[in-house]
């Protein structure tokens, strides 16, 4: 039976994630793997391995190892297919990562256990925003992450209108706002005030960016085949739309609708039995160590 290949992709700009891809393909190759190599980078390792990322599906590959950081992973994410895409492998050379599973220290134990199907799938819903004009949709790429939409001038913020189920739920002014999945629950929805959502949780979350004092809209938590529509309703100030902070759809006139719903997509991250919450508590919720007989001031 032919073996199904890996994958590698990594970020560019950094000499260290490139020179880790590099070990990493000698390594897999060492132990009688096929790889493949996301084409960007194949010209800076092995010209002939070459594969575009949309090409890449889990029929056609065992998982793909991604070397950066979070960052490197939504790009990754947006430009595999979308039916069917390969089980995530992180890795991580930046500053948290917290999607990645695995680090320049453990990379080629976690290989091994990756090889040897000695893993788990965390599955992650993704999110479709839609651009609605004249009734008809105007699909935009998937988000893993979240989808922002913004104010096009800093300085101006939006009106918007927010329906659920095409029940109208508030008017707003403010800067902006996320619609996030739980996977991105720990991303620009933490900064911005919305809770931290287990992945495991099929939900979305709406979070305004600095609302009107007295506008009413809050965070909240919704089931995942909700439908969501944004109505932006202040003349003459346009807004745009950012997906994963990987692409920007900008000029979205005044009266267009922004409708969000379930993505037929997800991504699987292979994760080593290893608790959520300990990844949550190391890389994002540091413990501030203080002595354990601090005690108040009677």
Not at 266 to 279: L, Q, T, V
């Amino acid at each position: 039976m032919e073996k199904k290949p890996i994958a590698i992709a990594c970020r560019l700009d950094s000499e260290r994630a490139v020179k880790l891809a590099k070990r990493i393909f000698e390594f897999l190759v060492q132990k009688g793997e096929v790889v493949h190599l996301e084409t960007r980078i194949a010209p800076k390792i092995f010209p002939h391995n070459g594969m575009d990322l949309a090409e890449m599906t889990a029929d056609n590959t065992k998982f793909i190892v991604i070397i950066g950081g979070d960052g490197s992973i939504l790009r990754v994410a947006s430009g595999l297919s979308q039916k069917a895409p390969p089980p995530i492998l992180g890795v991580n050379v930046g500053s948290i990562g917290f999607l990645d599973e695995s680090n320049e220290r453990t990379v080629f134990k976690d290989l091994i256990q990756a090889i040897n199907g000695e893993y788990n799938c965390e599955k992650c819903s993704k999110i479709t925003p839609y651009i609605v004009k004249n009734s008809e949709e105007i699909r935009l790429n998937n988000a893993l992450n979240e989808i922002l939409i913004v104010s096009s001038k800093s300085s101006k913020v939006l009106q918007i209108s927010i329906k659920i189920n095409d029940v109208f739920l508030n008017r707003s002014y403010l800067d902006g706002v996320i619609i996030s999945t739980s996977t991105g629950s720990t991303a620009y929805n933490l900064s911005a005030g919305g809770a931290i959502v287990n992945p495991t949780m099929d939900v979305m979350q709406i979070t305004p960016l600095n609302s009107f004092a007295g506008s009413g809209l809050k965070p909240m938590v919704i089931p995942i085949d909700s439908i969501i529509e944004v109505q932006l309703l202040r003349p003459r100030l346009n807004a745009k739309i950012v997906i994963d902070g990987q692409r920007t759809i900008k000029k979205i006139a005044p009266n267009t609708i922004i409708r969000i719903r379930k993505a037929n997509s997800h991504n699987k991250f292979i994760r080593f039995n290893k608790s959520y919450y300990k990844r949550l508590r190391k890389k994002i919720l540091s413990t501030v160590r203080t002595p354990i007989d601090d005690s108040p001031e009677e």
